[in-house]
Structure formats: C-alpha cells, structure tokens
C-alpha cells in the first residue's frame, strides 16, 4: 500500500482539485483529507458519512468562581495570558495546566475538550476519511493523524493499493503530520514567486523527513519563464516535474458543478491530470520492484 | 489601528490585498505591515523591504540537573506534552513536543529544572519603501507557528495603521494572529471552496468578536455563493477585484498590484475608509 500526500505550501495551487481528479481516475484507494482546518474535498467528493466520531483532544482550564480567592497567581504565571480578571479565555488556553497544578485553593480544574468531527464516509470513488476540527482549535496534528490512521486501517481492511491526501498549506504542525511516513508527497506548485518560495520551503521540510517528493506545475504558462526556473531548480535538486497543467476557467466551471476536472472535460488540462497520475503510479510501482 | 488580513481558504489573494493596502495608505499614514505567515511568509516578496534587524524565537524548554533530580517524576507527571519522561535513573525531553508552559520547572521538588532557550525561528524587521515591515519565519521542520507569530505581533507598537497578513486556515495560528485585531478582512473567492472556507473564517473572527467584511477576488468566473452568504449573514462586500490576467501576471512576477496598476490604489484607500468608518461606529456603540 502506498500513501500519496498532496501539498504545496502556498494555498490556492489546486491541491484539492488535483486531488478531486487523481479520486476519480485511481483505482483501489482510500481518500483522506487532511487539511482538517479548511477542509474542501467533500465539496467535489460528495460524501455519504457512514461514521461520525468525536475528536477529544486538549484540555482547557476552569476557574471556579466560589472557590477562587482572586490572589492572582494563575494570572501571573500562565505564559499564555490565558487568564484575565480571574477568568479563563478559552481560546488562549493551551491547556498546560500550570494554573491547575498551583492553584492554592484548588479553584481551578481541566476540562477535556471536544476539538472536532471525523469521519468515514463512502462516495462514489471509494471510501473518505476527513475530519472537522472546531473553530479555533488546537491540535489539528493530532486529528491529522487520526484521519491518515483510520485511512491506513480501511486500506489494510479492504486491501487496497493507495491512500490519497489530500494536505494542508504551510509548513507547520498539520503539515508534519500529514507527511512523516509517506511514500510520495506531490508538490503543487505556480509559476508565481510566492508559489516558489513555498515550494522551496515545503521541498525543504518534505527532506527534514525523508520523503521523496514531485513536483506539478499548475497554472505553468500564466509565466512561463518562472515555470522554467521552477523545472531548472527541481532538476538541480534532483527532483522531477511530473506534469504542467495550462491554466484554464474549465478547471472552475467544473469545481462549481462540484465534479472532478478530468470527469467535466477532456481538454488540456485532463489529459495532464491523466498524465500525472500515470506517472505517479510508475514511480510508485518502480519503487515498489526496487524493494 | 489594527486591520487582519485573513481567508480561510489559502491563495485567494491576502498577500496581494496587505500589500497594497500597506503600500495605498503609506502617503498618508504611518504604516507597518506584518507578516504572520510564519510557514509561508510572503509579503517580502512584493514589498523587498531592506531589512535593518532580527532576533531569534525562542521558546524555554526544560534543562534538567540530574545532580539535583531524584528521580521522582512529578515533572513527568505534569507534563501535558509528554514532552519529558523519567525511565528509572533518567529523564528524558522532547524539546519539539515542549509548549514552554515552565509547568515542569516551577513544581519539581528538588529545583532541577531550570530552562534553556530552543529557536524556533526568527523575526526580521526593517522598511520598504515608507512602509514599516516586519515578518516571523517558522524554522524548517519545526510544527509550532504561534510562538513565532506572539513574537512578530509585538513588533508593532501599536502606532499608525497595523497591517497583518494572516496564515490561510481556521486553527491556532490564524487565532493567535488575528486575536487583539480591530477589524479583519476575509479575502475569498466566488467558488464552492472560497464559500466553504469564507463561512469557517467568519465563525472565527465571530468567536473572537472582531468585526470582518470581504474582499471578493477572482470575481467573473465561477458562482454566486459568496454573494448570496454575504447578503444573507449580513457581511459588507468591500471590494471586487476581477479575474483578470494582467493582475495575476503582476503578482507571478511579484509586482503589488498598486504599483504595476496604480488606478488601484483609489480602491484601496476607499476600502480603508469604509473600514475605518465600520470601526469607528463600533467604537462609539461601546462608549455609548
């Protein structure tokens, strides 16, 4: 089984339109999203949800008010500056419990935290593992990691080929989760010098953990002279530039018929995806042989 | 004044928005802009301010004397991280797991812990073109962004017009850079992804009670669903910006779309306006 993860750095490349697409044209896979904050692949996928778990993760503090002797030292020692007039701000707690611990009197207790949704649901290109987390919460690496666990549990169950991820922008806790462990993470890039600079970032982070990594241009002839600096510097690092996809209304007008690209038309840009994808599934079957 | 650049859904266009903004208002006001990107910064790239300063982020990870520990593992104990451990006669830290709580330190026993400085990143400051500049940078491989982002926040002192571009997403680090702002603009897209993601920023910015409207980019291809949301939730559509090659071919080559089109910068400053005024009436409700 082999675990594709799709990223970028910069938002807004095309991760999750891609990843629409690679849904419909591969066969035998599970899909994840884990971009858990903004997720945006039930949106083409169109998902029935079969299982819905709740995520409990962190904790947050409570002061109780009959108890407290306002003495002020929660105040002073949360490195948070989570508690104001002897109250807790629930969105600046980081749930340490440092309060809790000195707290002389004892007014102060952690209560666990229902941080997000996940789940499992069937569409018509196979099984979906995504998740919700909640309006400004924390540890979306930890639902991250929940979502690629209970997608490599359904690929051992039905004995399928790949998962497919669908990640988050940045380069960040999500983004580490996301990628530690996987064979191939696809870079989606833009000939844009925000798009390169975080290209360049993510292909540093997706070193710092030894993932092999390539690269698609999107967008590429919106300049082309930066999609050629782009191909020369993925060269030199040894890197391959799996495909370069036109930049085309096609790919919006299918997103708001919320249908994957190479299902809405046979252009330009879905022959790419085509190509893409056949190539991805070479690497992975070279690499397969080679172990 | 403080003005948040936000999205949810990443690449609609709050580099492009902070940037001219910045650049719009820098005649006639005092302005500095900050990155809180931390993972992606970007501003630099259209600004290519001179940078003058920088410091390291750090944040305090536990240093264990075990001349002084027993062993006793009330530090383990505490540790909500499990970012330190004690296996017999050892003690183990995870520096990357480490919040820098100084939970651990305060309440061992024998006073073993003291902490020590790990960088995490670093913040640098400096000017562009009349425009105060100041950006954080998360390390490579490094998963915590709000440390870094605290750090750039208090760069800005809080004078003049603060602009901050905000990292694309809805969880800590958006909050941790948005949070203290007096008003936030949510930068979308008219497509299925941009309404999904615009509605999960709203809730957030509405959580943190901090007044937001949108600029709507990309406009002319794809939907109506953003208008519909906004007419429906109540939410002013501030400025459209269209589809349009030439601004897109700008922003590839890294030019801020006031400079490569300075018709725009009427725009801009007519969006601060409607800001201002927006922020001004709230203001005034809660002296009333």
């Known amino acids: 089984m082999k675990e594709i993860v799709v990223l970028s750095g910069k938002g807004g490349t095309g991760k999750t339109s891609i990843v629409g697409s690679l849904a419909a044209l591969a066969e035998r896979k599970v899909l994840a999203d884990c971009d858990v904050d903004a997720s945006d692949l039930h949106l083409l996928l169109k998902p029935s949800v079969k299982q819905d778990n709740e995520f409990w993760s962190g904790q947050v503090a409570h002061i109780d008010p009959d108890k407290c002797t306002q003495c002020g030292l929660c105040q002073e020692l949360c490195r948070f500056h989570a508690i104001k007039e002897f109250k807790v701000d629930a969105v600046s707690c980081e749930g340490c419990g440092f309060c809790s611990h000195i707290c002389p009197v004892e007014a102060i207790t952690m209560k666990e935290n229902l941080a997000g949704h996940l789940f499992v649901s069937e569409t018509r290109y196979g099984p979906l593992v995504h998740a919700r987390l909640g309006i400004a919460q924390e540890n979306s690496g930890k639902l991250v990691a929940q979502v690629r666990q209970r997608a490599r549990q359904i690929a051992q169950e039905q004995n399928l080929d790949y998962i497919i991820s669908d990640g988050p922008p940045g380069t960040g806790c999500p983004v580490i989760s996301s990628l530690s462990g996987a064979s191939l993470a696809l870079l989606v890039t833009e000939p844009t010098l925000s798009g390169m600079h975080d290209l360049e970032r993510v292909l540093d982070v997706c070193r710092h953990f030894g993932v092999p990594a390539m690269v698609c241009i999107n967008k590429y002839d919106i300049n082309e002279e930066n999609t050629e600096e782009i191909e020369c510097y993925c060269s030199t690092g040894g890197v391959a530039v799996a495909a370069r996809i036109p930049f085309d209304n096609i790919v919006t007008e299918a997103l708001i018929q919320r249908v994957p690209v190479v299902e809405y038309s046979d252009g330009k840009v879905s022959r790419e995806i085509r190509a893409l994808w056949r190539e991805i599934s070479n690497v992975l079957e070279e690499t397969k042989q080679r172990v | ?288």
């Open chain 2, 1 to 288: 004044m403080i003005i948040s650049v936000a999205s949810g859904k990443g690449g609609t266009g709050k580099t492009l928005v902070a940037t001219s903004l910045a650049l719009s208002l820098k005649d006639s006001h005092k302005v500095v802009i900050l990155d809180c990107d931390v993972e992606e910064p970007n501003d630099h790239i259209l600004l290519k301010p001179v940078i003058t300063g920088n410091e390291p982020v750090n944040i305090q990870v536990p240093a264990v004397d075990e001349k002084k520990c027993n062993y006793c593992g009330k530090c383990a104990k505490v540790c909500a991280y499990h970012a330190i451990a004690v296996l017999g006669e050892h003690v183990l830290t995870f520096p990357q797991l480490c919040h820098g709580c100084g939970t651990c330190g305060y309440l061992c026993p024998e006073k073993a812990i003291s902490e020590a400085p790990r960088q995490t990143g670093v913040v640098e400051w400096g000017h562009s073109d009349g425009v105060g500049f100041v950006r954080g940078v998360l390390t490579i491989g490094e998963a915590m962004a709000p440390p870094v982002i605290r750090k750039v926040k208090e760069h800005a002192n809080g004078i003049g017009i603060v602009i901050r571009d905000i990292p694309p997403g809805t969880s800590c680090p958006v909050v941790e850079a948005v949070k203290g702002s007096d008003f936030c603009i949510l930068v979308t897209e008219p497509t299925p992804f941009g309404l999904n993601d615009l509605a999960l920023a709203v809730e957030t910015v509405r959580k943190l009670g901090i007044p937001c409207g949108v600029v709507l980019n990309r406009a002319g291809v794809g939907d109506a669903g953003v208008e519909d949301y906004c007419r429906k939730e109540n939410i002013p559509i501030l400025l459209t910006i269209p589809l349009d090659t030439e601004i897109a071919r700008l922003y590839s080559r890294g030019v801020a779309l006031v400079e490569g089109m300075p018709q725009w910068q009427g725009r801009f400053c007519q969006l601060f306006n409607a800001i201002k005024e927006i922020v001004d009436e709230r203001n005034r409700g809660i002296k009333r």
